[in-house]
């Protein structure tokens, strides 16, 4: 090989190596290291925890500890099935919110001028360029005791005493739909603009209604991005954590709290892991509609 | 194109309403005189200056700046790299296996990568703090940067990489005289991208972090938890209004890249 070619082919497998490596270490091992500490005992596993690996008869016997012990129990605790339910229900009612607000939205967007259309789309991106935390934190003050929604009700004379909407389900509802609606509506509205209107006017000069048309044409054409657009919010939605913390009460108890509550409170690692193992079992599901969307 | 009927910009009017009217009550509220939130006192920017005697906020505020910018460019360098290999070096072994790992933290549960890799910093009995964390968000937002600048990989032009290897250039000085600039400006986009994932995250950092490495969110985290004051606001305002700077300035650096590069 001449000297250009071999540098050239040094130059490739370090472009490739460099991440690679990085990831290996600091995704793949830790999430060995998860798979394996889900395996554990409580009091085996508990820290400060050093890894013990001393050649094979040591690896056999190390195998010969793991169990699903752990797994079993959060099979028989109706504590965490409750979590998981309450996660999926939450996580699949922010969706349809998300859908019905997202989606007219994403239509008027794509529908509205094309000198308007970028302008729009920086609109819907930037409140979710914003913290987070600061997302959040507003709607404390707007849905908290005497905060702003009950103000403007009570001024109104809409409501004579408060909400109390703060520390409850809809609440968590709420900041979730607000937190993740971009996240619907980009992928409908790249859809929804791509879609050839000349279909809509074929529909209408078939006889067809406008609403008649909408669910004929419009709406199946828009499917694969109602899809992603619903995995998309779906997804971090179930594991969420910081907005049943906040904006939730005492009975909303979402699987990211409870990992969150397991690791830092009870400070039961093992279980964590096993409650991290089964959310990500959880999330295949839709994983793979999100990829199926994306291929389509 | 026809102009919008009464329901649409209904739908426009409600969406952006609920998108940014919260915001906006959060920003209104920072210059409220008053610190009971129900009252309005009258205009007055004295939350702006109790911030700047809040030490433990301002010390949190810097090492967030700090760590996103190290681990910002962390993530763009592995990203890039990680674009490179995806987009040029076509099939290597275990290349599904990198694609997968690029793109996992993207819709993994913060909770999840955050354990994950305390559990690894505890394996190998690391100090924690600045640099945990900093490996820890350069590992999360690496994908968004691939991503980016893959984007920008897949859109120009592979003959002019081609006509300067075939003038004898190195694989180098390729990337360094032809590649680079022109993806400089998703280069760029990406870093800001990283920057701000960052200096957002408040999960992966509470679980990766140690002792005397409070972040900003973190901070803000606690504050929150026990309730709403208007120096909060402030807080949240001034954060608001850098990172709206810094999305309008990326936003006209991908224009410029794409007017210039195709």
Redesign the interface.
Not at chain 1, 47 to 51: D, I, Q
Not at chain 1, 111 to 114: G, L
């Given at each position: 090989m001449s000297a250009?070619a071999a540098?050239?082919a040094r130059?490739?497998r370090l472009?490739?190596a460099?991440?690679?490596l990085?990831?290996?270490l600091?995704?793949?091992?830790?999430?060995a290291?998860?798979l394996r500490?889900a395996m554990s005992d409580a009091d085996t596993a508990l820290?400060?925890?050093?890894?013990h690996f001393e050649g094979f008869a040591t690896l056999r016997e190390f195998i010969s500890k793991l169990d699903f012990e752990n797994f079993r129990l959060l099979a028989d605790d109706a504590l965490y099935w409750d979590s998981y339910l309450q996660s999926l229900r939450l996580a699949g009612q922010t969706t349809l919110i998300a859908l019905a607000?997202?989606y007219?939205?994403a239509?008027?967007?794509a529908?509205?001028?094309?000198h308007w259309r970028p302008v729009?789309l920086?609109?819907?991106?930037?409140?979710f360029?914003?913290?987070?935390?600061?997302?959040?934190?507003?709607?404390?003050?707007?849905l908290?005791p005497?905060?702003?929604l009950d103000?403007v009700l009570g001024g109104l004379g809409l409501t004579s005493e408060p909400l109390r909407l703060l520390n409850t389900e809809a609440a968590v509802l709420i900041g979730m739909v607000?937190s993740y609606?971009p996240f619907m509506?980009l992928p409908l509205y790249a859809t929804l603009e791509k879609l050839d209107r000349s279909l809509l006017e074929a529909a209408a000069d078939l006889g067809a209604t406008p609403v008649r048309a909408f669910l004929t044409v419009t709406l199946p054409l828009s499917l694969p991005g109602i899809l992603a657009g619903a995995a998309l919010v779906f997804?971090?939605s179930?594991?969420?954590?910081?907005i049943p913390d906040?904006l939730g009460g005492p009975d909303t108890v979402m699987i990211?709290k409870v990992?969150?509550n397991e690791?830092f409170s009870n400070r039961d690692?093992p279980l964590?892991?096993t409650v991290?193992i089964v959310?990500?079992i959880v999330?295949v599901l839709p994983?793979a509609l999100?990829q199926r969307a994306r291929l389509a | 194109?026809?102009?919008?009927g009464p329901?649409?910009?209904l739908?426009?009017v409600?969406?952006?309403a609920?998108?940014?009217l919260?915001?906006l009550?959060?920003v209104a509220?920072s210059f409220n005189a008053s610190r009971l939130?129900?009252v309005w006192g009258g205009f007055s920017t004295h939350w702006y200056g109790a911030l700047l005697s809040n030490q433990p906020l301002l010390d949190a505020a810097w090492l967030s700046l700090r760590l996103a910018f190290v681990s910002a460019t962390l993530a763009t360098g592995?990203?890039a790299?990680?674009a490179?290999?995806l987009a040029?070096?076509g099939r290597?072994r275990?290349r599904l296996l990198?694609s997968g790992?690029?793109l996992?933290?993207l819709?993994?549960?913060?909770?999840?990568t955050g354990?994950?890799?305390l559990?690894?910093f505890?394996?190998v009995?690391v100090e924690r703090g600045f640099w945990t964390v900093t490996?820890?968000h350069a590992?999360f937002s690496?994908g968004f940067a691939?991503i980016v600048v893959q984007a920008r990989l897949a859109g120009f032009d592979r003959s002019l990489e081609e006509a300067a290897r075939d003038l004898g250039a190195?694989?180098?000085v390729t990337?360094w005289t032809v590649t680079l600039p022109l993806i400089w400006p998703a280069v760029a986009a990406a870093w800001m991208l990283a920057f701000?994932l960052s200096?957002?995250d408040?999960?992966i950092a509470s679980?990766t972090t140690g002792p005397g490495a409070t972040t900003l969110?973190m901070r803000?985290?606690s504050a929150?938890?026990l309730g709403?004051s208007p120096e909060?606001?402030a807080a949240?305002t001034l954060?608001?209004g850098a990172?709206?700077l810094?999305?309008i300035a990326a936003?006209l650096l991908l224009k410029r890249g794409q007017a210039v590069g195709g």
């Open positions: 250009p540098f050239a130059w490739s472009v490739v460099v991440p690679y990085w990831l290996l600091f995704f793949l091992t830790p999430f290291i998860v500490m820290p400060p925890y050093a890894p607000i997202g007219p939205l239509y008027a967007m529908a509205a001028p094309r729009l920086v609109l819907v991106v930037l409140p360029w914003t913290s987070f935390l600061i997302r959040v934190y507003a709607w404390i003050g707007i908290r005497e905060g702003l103000m607000y609606l509506v997804i971090p179930v594991g969420e954590f910081v906040l990211g990992l969150w690791f690692w964590a892991s991290a959310l990500l999330l994983l999100l | 194109m026809k102009r919008l329901g649409l910009i739908a426009l409600v969406g952006f609920f998108l940014y919260p915001i009550a959060l509220y939130v129900t592995l990203g790299l990680a490179l290999a040029r070096h290597f275990g990198f790992m690029v996992a933290p819709v993994m549960p913060e909770v999840i354990l994950s890799l559990l690894l505890v394996a009995d490996i820890a590992t690496l691939c190195t694989p180098l990337f701000t200096l957002d408040l999960v679980f969110p803000l985290y929150i938890r709403v909060i606001n949240c954060m608001i990172v709206a810094a999305v936003s």
